[in-house]
């Protein structure tokens, strides 16, 4: 069974930049897996950050940016703030079958 | 603007079956795109439960696929989940999203369902 493999947690300092990944269990992420990330505060349902890589949701600063390296699907929050402490999530679409899975997510604390 | 609103019991038994339906305004569900159940555990990860096509076709999670059924109703725009069997382990907060294979678009705000006698 395939995995979506997230940092269990990081932290980034205020205005700091800081970059989240999203990988495989086995083998390599690439576009075709359209990878696509949301923020979730307690409480709250997700945020629709990014879709399909890199594409920003309406609404999403700039200072979150999506991409392929290496191996993996990355988010960057770049000039981070105290309100980007969330859970973030990654989705991988497997195709038929499993079609869409989650990662772990990653808990991103800013201090 | 689209947005969805999940309704439902929020307690259902142990081998029950939990039942929840999204209530889609601001699109026609049978325009376009995927419409989809995703829940979270209390303190856990989110996970994919199935999703619909507009066109009627179903999609579920291999771990759930023998206990869930979701249905679109376009007469009245929404779309409903089935859980069959429900034990302490389905207790979750239940959101159901609009999405395609680039991502979930848009979500609702979420239903706490628990599983108790």
């Known amino acids: 069974q395939t995995v979506v493999t997230q940092e269990p947690s990081f932290s980034v300092s205020p205005g700091g930049t800081v970059t989240l990944t999203c990988g495989l269990s086995?083998?390599?992420?690439?576009?075709?897996?359209?990878p696509s990330w949301y923020q979730q505060t307690p409480g709250q349902a997700p945020r629709t950050l990014i879709y399909s890589t890199n594409t920003r949701s309406s609404g999403v600063p700039d200072r979150f940016s999506g991409s392929i390296l290496g191996n993996k699907a990355a988010l960057t929050i770049t000039g981070a703030q105290a309100d980007d402490e969330s859970d973030y999530y990654c989705?991988?679409?497997?195709?038929?079958?499993?079609?869409?899975?989650f990662g772990g997510g990653t808990k991103l604390t800013v201090l | 603007q689209v947005q969805l609103q999940e309704s439902g019991p929020g307690l259902v038994k142990p081998s029950e079956t939990l039942s929840l339906t999204c209530a889609v305004s601001?699109?026609?569900?049978?325009?376009?795109?995927?419409w989809g159940w995703i829940r979270q555990p209390p303190g856990k990860g989110l996970e994919w439960i199935g999703s619909i096509y507009h066109s009627g076709s179903t999609y579920y999670n291999p771990s759930l696929k023998s206990r869930v059924t979701i249905s679109v109703d376009t007469s009245k725009n929404q779309f409903s989940l089935k859980l069959s069997s429900v034990t302490a382990a389905d207790t979750a907060v239940y959101y159901c999203?609009?999405?395609?294979?680039?991502?979930?678009?848009?979500w609702g705000q979420g239903t706490l369902v628990t599983v108790s006698s």
């Open positions: 999203a609009r999405l395609s294979i680039m991502g979930f678009k848009d």
């Open positions: 989705v991988l679409y497997m195709g038929s079958g499993t079609n869409w899975v």
């Open positions: 601001g699109y026609s569900i049978s325009s376009g795109y995927y």
């Open positions: 086995s083998g390599s992420v690439s576009t075709s897996y359209y």
